[in-house]
């Protein structure tokens, strides 16, 4: 159940170094220089580092051709010239796949899940030199791609079309006043610790900066839901999608003047909480449990 309420040729060097099962370190680029419209080195040093989120899971999204496709949600991400940023993947699908994006000579690989409801979780940093519109793919063979003949296969087609398994990377100048994030609600999705599979938004949890913060949910549940946090004075309603594999998309706005954790929830009744007497119901548990329908927003 759910609840309502973010690249003009050009070369692109990021820094990246990965490291064991998805964590990545990366050591930072040198920034351009201030003129042009750059970020010079100490105005980056004096800005904080962004923290972006994506989510993959199979059969997720509904393409033009009226069939399900792996999906990135979301596919579109903004960085800040010269900062760095921490881009996290929550990989559910047991394939694995990568991000590739030849112009920021990036190539990112993802591992694919161990265990059905538990991702993979890979962490990579970037800082970028120069700003511009930047496109990048999945190229690991995924969406019935490596199956091309099998029957039902999708024969690779959200490789090849944006909003899927490519998307594109925007390096701007300056960093916003107001940062961008992301969440999915995926139904049915991650492994609890009552071996069942459970209702979630990812990521759960969330590392913003002070100041204001949109934040944009892509809601691949039928049902409504809703982010509610008494100490971020919010309320936001989440509308159900109207169509499977279509989202609705849901933004709203976090403030916050201080740093602190602040705990959010959905207290609309889901993940079978509506009807906790029907078999194989999951009775609402993620409901009560942070990292499912429930987390914390981390403001530095």
């Known amino acids: 159940m759910k609840k309502t309420v973010f690249l003009a040729p050009a070369v692109l060097l990021l820094s990246l170094g990965?490291?064991?099962?998805?964590?990545?370190?990366?050591?930072?680029?040198?920034?351009?220089?201030?003129?042009?419209?750059?970020t010079s080195t100490a105005a980056a040093s004096s800005l904080k580092t962004d923290?972006?989120?994506?989510?993959?899971?199979?059969?997720?999204?509904?393409?033009?051709?009226?069939?399900?496709?792996?999906s990135f949600s979301p596919t579109d991400l903004t960085f800040t010239q010269g900062v760095p940023t921490k881009v996290t993947v929550l990989n559910y699908d047991d394939g694995s796949h990568d991000i590739v994006a030849k112009d920021m000579n990036l190539d990112q690989q993802i591992p694919g899940s161990k265990k059905k409801g538990v991702p993979s979780?890979?962490?990579?940093?970037?800082?970028?030199?120069?700003t511009g519109d930047f496109h990048w793919a999945c190229d690991v063979p995924c969406d019935g791609?490596?199956?091309?003949d099998k029957p039902g296969s999708n024969k690779g087609w959200a490789m090849n079309h944006d909003g899927y398994m490519a998307g594109t990377f925007r390096v701007v100048s300056q960093q916003p006043s107001v940062?961008?994030?992301?969440?999915?609600?995926?139904?049915?999705?991650?492994?609890?610790?009552d071996g069942k599979l459970h209702d979630i938004f990812s990521p759960a949890n969330l590392t913003i900066r002070k100041g204001e913060t949109k934040v944009t949910v892509y809601n691949y549940d039928g049902g409504s839901h809703d982010f509610v946090s008494k100490d971020l004075n919010l309320n936001v309603q989440v509308p159900g999608h109207k169509k499977k594999g279509d989202p609705s998309v849901t933004t709203f706005i976090i403030k916050a003047d201080?740093?602190?954790?602040?705990?959010?929830?959905?207290?609309?009744?889901?993940?079978?909480?509506?009807?906790?007497?029907?078999?194989?119901s999951a009775k609402g548990w993620a409901m009560s449990h942070d990292g499912y329908m429930a987390g914390i927003v981390h403001v530095e």
């Open 121 to 130: 979780v890979t962490t990579f940093t970037v800082t970028a030199t120069k």
């Open 51 to 70: 923290d972006l989120y994506m989510t993959i899971k199979p059969g997720l999204k509904l393409g033009s051709d009226g069939k399900l496709h792996d």
């Open 18 to 38: 990965l490291t064991a099962c998805g964590t990545t370190t990366a050591a930072s680029s040198t920034p351009s220089s201030p003129s042009n419209g750059k």
């Open 258 to 280: 201080k740093a602190g954790n602040y705990h959010w929830l959905c207290n609309v009744p889901c993940d079978g909480a509506a009807n906790p007497n029907k078999p194989g």
């Open 179 to 193: 940062e961008n994030v992301a969440m999915t609600v995926l139904p049915g999705t991650k492994l609890g610790s």
């Open 145 to 148: 791609a490596a199956h091309p």
